[in-house]
C-alpha cells in the first residue's frame, strides 16, 4: 500500500522570529499564533512555524551553518498581476517579475525574511 501524507507545516529559522513573523502577516496576509519557543503563522491553509536560530530543542535543533535545502516555497494567489503590484507597494524585493511560464501559469518569485525566496503563482482552472 503506498504512504499517503498530506501537509502539516514549515519550520524556519530566524534570528528575529518576531519580524519574520510581521513579515508573513503584513506581506502575505498570514495570522500570527504565539507558541512555546517560536512563533506560528497560519499562512494559506498551512502553519509556517518559526523558531530563534540559538536555542537548544533535542526535538529540533538549528541546523549548521550554513543552512541548505530549502530552495523556495510557493504559493498560490489570485489576480497576480494585481497582488505584486501590492505588495510591490509595500516594498517588496522581486528576484522575478510576473511571467507567464507556461499557457495559463504565471509566476513570480520574491525575496522574503532572511533572504527566503518566495513564489506566488496564478493558474488558470483549465490548465490544472
Not at 519557543?37 to 512555524?49: C, E
Request: hydrophobic content about 40%.
Amino acid at each position: 500500500m503506498p504512504v499517503v501524507v498530506t501537509w502539516d507545516h514549515v519550520h524556519l529559522r530566524s534570528p528575529d522570529p518576531e519580524a519574520t513573523a510581521a513579515w508573513l502577516r503584513d506581506i502575505l496576509g498570514g495570522e500570527i499564533v504565539q507558541a512555546p519557543g517560536r512563533i506560528d503563522v497560519n499562512l494559506g491553509g498551512a502553519k509556517i512555524f518559526i523558531a530563534p536560530l540559538e536555542g537548544h530543542n533535542a526535538v529540533s535543533p538549528p541546523p549548521p551553518h550554513p543552512h541548505q535545502g530549502l530552495d523556495h516555497f510557493g504559493l498560490t494567489v489570485k489576480d497576480i498581476d494585481a497582488v505584486a503590484a501590492e505588495i510591490k507597494a509595500k516594498g517588496v524585493t522581486f528576484t522575478r517579475e510576473p511571467t507567464t511560464i507556461r499557457p495559463g501559469v504565471r509566476i513570480c518569485f520574491i525575496r522574503g525574511p532572511e533572504g527566503i525566496s518566495i513564489e506566488l503563482l496564478e493558474r488558470d482552472k483549465k490548465y490544472a
